[in-house]
């Protein structure tokens, strides 16, 4: 019956679309796909904006949008688009391998990123998130996180060209680009926050302006604080508008207010825009701060869940070869949610950041223990089908210890104690730890903090360095590679941070630069020494061991089939407290079965074969590391895993 009445109601908008779209040629999958989707984008818009006298208006327009772009979309990516189609779950393979970097920071700019291509080839890397590369205020960016004009590359960094020149060029060499949408605010300098501050009602209904704290004082109740030491609350007056303006960010990040259809159509355009530029893949911000409640925190609620649903169902229309990334930095149960919610059967992103995962592994690295790391995966939710994590150790963000209070406790400890000791742990105010953090995020209401610091400074390379220690360094390397190898085989696609390949240490610099130094996430968006980078080819230097090491992991990672994300883990109970272990079957190939086992441990650790042999794995004698193709040493029927070492076992 809706079937019906949706196919009545697509054809009115298709009778109503511009001339220049209709006597446009080559349509045709435009028009098959939406088909397809009308029924569920027009129930999840109805859902969100049904109730509005310009309903069938914006709705005529969110069609005229998937369209244009249609239209702007080029032979090549339609091309993509359909190769894409047949092979859905192309990106689960395990021969995808990320990292994130700054374009600036990495390579000067956009041009300086394309010609040093090579070398994150030479790694193994094909997937590449060029973090934000738009136009903010400077000194007002937030790393690129305050955008003030959505369609225009920072001057600083290049220009559409570049972007399009770097998009062939990586599709040539068969890697994959990554770029950010900030989905969630503008920059108070984007022109519609201008004109919202000119007394344009038209922008600040794109806003949530209030003339007074009635409202505003209604959602702090409930509200967290995102950067409680900078920016306080989650308000900001505007003294030319004369209002105040809701800004969960920074001061000078205004949020977009989704409970009008002009943002969202005009977002999606944006989205639609950057897939037209050649991203494979688009980063969308802060997915959980979509739609606001008073009494609510403002997060996670079921309307942002229904945006990223339409979003997804608009571009399944226009660009289905492009894939969502998830940043939503939120608690475990609240994750999986987003890569599609059970109320409307609809799909949402299909990659997430596994924050939780990172955060467990900085947890284990502190406390010499994967209790707690066990612990978060098991109750890590089962995720969908056709969906991945993005595993990381560091990214341009702090680590916030956002794992769950009922994991701590089974672990055997008391969450806020727990909690403190990690922050004391990393940020050296532990005696015993040799980890060069910065405390990020303090909130003195809560007792809440963060940690900023490389990954490298974070594992204690930078103490050991500065002492002299060799032993140090070396268990520092050990360490680094111990929490790659986890990231490499844990399921899902890896994600490196730029510099954490040649153990780049804390950049310092941040101090000094005023519009910075109240940031500590600056101390670990480094830019690449070159030089230093160049003695990854001279045996026996620090970035050469870490190099290799690195390059061999991933190398051997892309041969495991058994490491594509077709939801085969098992985690294993091994009863030892220091060691992780977990078992990937591929379910396409009975017979290749992996078993990963790390040690957290600085001294050797042993696993008892009886026990893996009762779990159905190995038999004796049988058993291979693929990461160095050797048999690991056995000694007594106990396996044997050097301090901070690991596996990847088959038989
Ligand atoms: C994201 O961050 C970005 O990654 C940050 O770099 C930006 O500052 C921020 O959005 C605003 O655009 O929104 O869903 O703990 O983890 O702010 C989580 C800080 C986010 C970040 C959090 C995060």
Same mark, same amino acid.
């Given at each position: ?63 005229? $949008? ?7 979309? &080029? =032979? #090549? ?6 190769? %894409?189609?047949? !092979? ?89 680009? $990554? ?7 503008? &920059? =108070? #300098? ?6 919202? %501050?000119?007394? !344009? ?451």
């Amino acid at each position: 019956m809706y079937e019906q009445v949706s196919h009545s109601l697509l054809n009115d908008i298709l009778a109503k679309l511009d001339m220049e779209i209709i006597k446009q040629p080559k349509m045709r999958y435009f028009y098959t796909r939406l088909g397809a989707n009308f029924y569920a984008i027009h129930s999840l818009f109805e859902l969100l904006y049904g109730n509005r006298s310009d309903f069938s208006a914006q709705m005529q327009k969110l069609v005229e $949008t998937m369209a244009r772009q249609y239209i702007d979309r &080029s =032979d #090549e990516l339609r091309a993509t688009d359909l190769e %894409r189609e047949k !092979e859905h779950s192309w990106f689960l393979s395990q021969k995808w391998v990320g990292m994130a970097l700054y374009s600036d920071g990495f390579a000067e700019d956009l041009q300086g990123l394309k010609s040093k291509l090579h070398y994150l080839q030479e790694l193994g890397i094909n997937m590449v998130h060029v973090m934000p590369v738009l136009d903010c205020p400077p000194g007002k960016s937030d790393g690129g996180y305050a955008v003030r004009d959505f369609r225009r590359i920072d001057e600083r960094i290049g220009s559409l060209d570049d972007i399009d020149a770097l998009s062939e060029s990586m599709h040539r060499r068969d890697m994959l680009l $990554t770029l950010d949408v900030v989905l969630n605010h503008t &920059s =108070d #300098e984007h022109e519609w926050a201008q004109r919202a %501050r000119n007394g !344009e009602q038209m922008y600040q209904d794109y806003y949530y302006v209030f003339d007074n704290r009635d409202i505003p004082d209604m959602f702090e109740e409930a509200m967290p604080e995102i950067f409680p030491e900078t920016s306080p609350g989650n308000f900001t007056w505007d003294e030319t508008m004369g209002k105040w303006v809701m800004t969960s960010f920074n001061n000078y990040q205004w949020d977009l207010n989704y409970s009008n259809p002009s943002v969202l159509i005009e977002m999606l355009d944006i989205i639609l825009y950057w897939a037209n530029h050649g991203a494979d893949i688009l980063r969308l911000d802060a997915v959980a701060f979509l739609w606001k409640k008073i009494g609510s925190t403002c997060q996670n609620e079921r309307e942002a869940h229904l945006i990223l649903q339409l979003l997804k169902d608009c571009c399944q229309v226009t660009a289905p070869g492009v894939l969502f990334i998830a940043e939503a930095i939120v608690a475990p149960v609240e994750v999986t949610k987003y890569f599609g919610e059970d109320a409307i059967n609809a799909k949402e992103c299909e990659i997430a950041y596994n924050a939780t995962y990172m955060a467990l592994l900085w947890d284990a690295v502190a406390t010499k223990k994967a209790e707690l790391l066990y612990r978060g995966i098991k109750s890590l939710p089962a995720k969908l089908e056709r969906a991945t994590w993005l595993n990381y150790i560091r990214c341009h963000d702090d680590i916030g210890l956002g794992f769950d209070d009922s994991d701590i406790n089974l672990a055997g400890y008391e969450p806020a104690a727990h909690r403190r000791f990690l922050i004391d742990y990393y940020t050296g105010n532990y005696t015993d730890s040799p980890a060069r953090g910065r405390p990020f995020g303090q909130n003195e209401k809560t007792g809440d903090a963060r940690i900023s610091g490389t990954l490298a400074s974070l594992v204690g390379l930078e103490s050991a360095i500065e002492s002299g220690d060799e032993h140090a360094i070396d268990i520092a390397i050990n360490i680094i590679l111990l929490l790659n190898s986890m990231i490499l085989s844990f399921g899902g696609i890896p994600l490196l941070y730029y510099g954490d390949e040649i153990g780049t240490l804390n950049d310092y610099n941040y101090q000094d630069d005023d519009s910075k130094q109240q940031d500590s996430r600056w101390v670990h968006r480094p830019s690449i020494d070159w030089d230093k980078a160049e003695l990854r080819n001279r045996p026996g230097s620090v970035e050469f061991r870490i190099f290799t090491a690195l390059k061999k992991l991933i190398a051997v990672r892309k041969e495991i089939s058994a490491f594509a994300d077709f939801n085969g883990r098992e985690l294993l109970d091994v009863s030892n407290p220091h060691l992780l272990a977990y078992a990937h079957s591929d379910p396409r190939n009975n017979s290749s079965r992996v078993l990963v086992v790390g040690n957290f441990d600085a001294t050797p650790q042993h696993l008892d074969l009886d026990m893996l042999q009762r779990m159905g794995f190995f038999k004796l004698g049988c058993i291979k590391d693929l990461c160095t193709g050797e048999s690991p040493p056995i000694f007594n029927d106990q396996l044997a895993i050097p301090a901070y070492g690991f596996y990847w076992l088959s038989e």
